[in-house]
Antibody, heavy 115, light 112 residues
Framework: EVQLVESGGGLVQPGGSLRLSCAAS????????MHWVRQAPGKGLVWVSR????????SYADSVKGRFTSSRDNARNTLFLQMNSLRAEDTAVYYC?????????WGQGTMVTVS | DIVMTQTPLSLSVTPGQPASISCKSS???????????LYWYLQRPGQPPQLLIY???NRFSGVPARFSGSGSGTDFTLKISRVEAEDVGVYHC?????????FGGGTKVEIK
């Protein structure tokens, strides 16, 4: 089955860290750019980061630049998001998403609560 | 950053009737490669978003023909020719012409 499964979310204090993982299966992971998108409770979607197919080109939203680090391990078909210096405003569901431009496959998301 | 503005905020539609959602961008979404990277997603309650339309007017695999996208430059529209009960949820437009990728605020569609 083609799917993305996020893990690693949870409750963390302000200033703390979390590492999210996204396990991909059912498709050729190393052929796709991957993204992180977040959604605060009751709010809209916000793009966080993108990683190219070999992890050599990574972009971030200004709101997370310098605090979050995206990476991927193509041998393990896994995308990562290391989140440091977390703030209350980082509280959201974090989605792992596949796509070069349009996002054609989304994970179910993992909730991160900073409080 | 490109700001995406969706209207209306919400829409209540009788089944079988049409619906239309507007998405306006603060800058042209026409890329130097000649493509326009404007997308539409539907997020059903409690679910992640799903891709409906890519590059303005192309229906994604499995998307019913009642969904159509149109527009150019800075003005885009998603139309549902005859709304069905399963179409309820929040519709989001998104641009990826320029980084950062940005989404509209969403339009909630409910059934009367």
């Amino acid at each position: 089955e083609v799917q993305l499964v996020e893990s690693g979310g949870g409750l963390v204090q302000p200033g703390g860290s979390l590492r999210l993982s996204c396990a991909a299966s059912g498709f050729t992971f190393n052929s796709y750019w991957m993204h992180w998108v977040r959604q605060a409770p009751g709010k809209g979607l916000v793009w966080v980061s993108r990683v190219n197919i070999d992890g050599s080109f990574i972009s971030y939203a200004d709101s997370v630049k310098g605090r979050f680090t995206s990476s991927r391990d193509n041998a393990r078909n896994t995308l990562f998001l290391q989140m440091n210096s977390l703030r209350a405003e980082d509280t959201a569901v974090y989605y792992c998403v596949r796509g070069v431009d349009g996002f054609d496959l989304w994970g179910q998301g993992t909730m991160v609560t900073v409080s | 950053d490109i700001v995406m503005t969706q209207t209306p905020l919400s829409l209540s539609v009788t089944p079988g009737q049409p619906a239309s959602i507007s998405c306006k961008s603060s800058q042209s979404l026409l890329h130097s490669d000649g493509k326009t990277y404007l997308y539409w997603y539907l997020q059903r309650p409690g679910q992640p978003p799903q891709l409906l339309i890519y590059e303005v007017s192309n229906r994604f695999s499995g998307v019913p023909a009642r969904f159509s996208g149109s527009g150019s430059g800075t003005d885009f529209t998603l139309k549902i020719s005859r709304v069905e009960a399963e179409d309820v949820g929040v519709y989001h437009c998104m641009q990826s012409t320029q980084v950062p990728l940005t989404f509209g605020g969403g339009t909630k569609v409910e059934i009367k």
